[in-house]
């Protein structure tokens, strides 16, 4: 909630949101080998490690499939949450590795859910994230003021005509405890 939120007392419909998603590498391949009640299992303990370490202003907007969505107007405490969950979910015996995508720009923030480009941005962003790997959009590295190794490349989005800088940020390499 912003200043001028509180005061009106009302959340704005629109606003400059960052959106991230966590999602499981290779669940798909995975379900071909595994039962479906083992796969859900899979997909809970994600959903409950994430939401075991966030706290606003971050929040986890919702689970779908093997993946989680987390939203924040704070970059940075957005980014903060998944490295500590990144870093939990290596210690989990049994989890498969994850990567992630996250985006920041104006979206629709109504009711348990956001809409909007940033969010297919970071969906598509994960879609393209390496193994245990952050792929974040420019707009996401601008506005963190934690200098991170981000690493540029560029990359074809669906839906771009051209293609994107990007910045790339390994979550194996970084963590909170030993950020700069």
């Known amino acids: 909630m912003t200043p ?17 998603f966590v999602d499981v590498v290779g669940f798909t391949e995975l379900g071909e080998r595994v ?4 796969l859900r ?6 959903a409950d490690a994430a939401s075991s370490v966030i ?7 919702k689970v779908v499939g093997d993946a989680v969505m987390l939203s924040s107007r704070d970059t940075g405490a957005l980014l903060e949450a998944l490295l500590d969950l990144a870093a939990l979910l290596r210690k ?10 996250m985006a920041r ?13 940033p969010v297919n941005l970071a969906s598509r962003l994960t879609d393209l994230a ?3 790997c952050l792929l974040a959009s420019e707009s996401v590295r601008d506005d963190d003021a934690n200098p991170y190794p981000w690493r540029a490349r560029e990359v074809r ?17 970084v963590s909170p405890a030993n950020a700069p």
């Open 130 to 132: 390496r193994t245990e």
């Open 105 to 117: 720009g104006p979206a629709h923030v109504g009711g348990a859910d956001v809409y909007g480009s």
């Open 92 to 101: 989990e015996p049994g989890l498969p590795a994850v990567h992630m995508g």
């Open 35 to 38: 039962e479906a009640g083992e």
């Open 41 to 46: 299992s899979l997909a809970s303990r994600l």
């Open 157 to 173: 989005v669906k839906g771009f005509d051209w293609p994107l800088a990007v910045y790339e940020l390994a979550v194996n390499a």
């Open 4 to 20: 001028d939120e509180a005061q009106r007392g009302a959340l704005r419909a629109i606003a400059e949101v960052t959106v991230a």
């Open 55 to 61: 706290d606003p202003p971050v929040r986890l907007v």
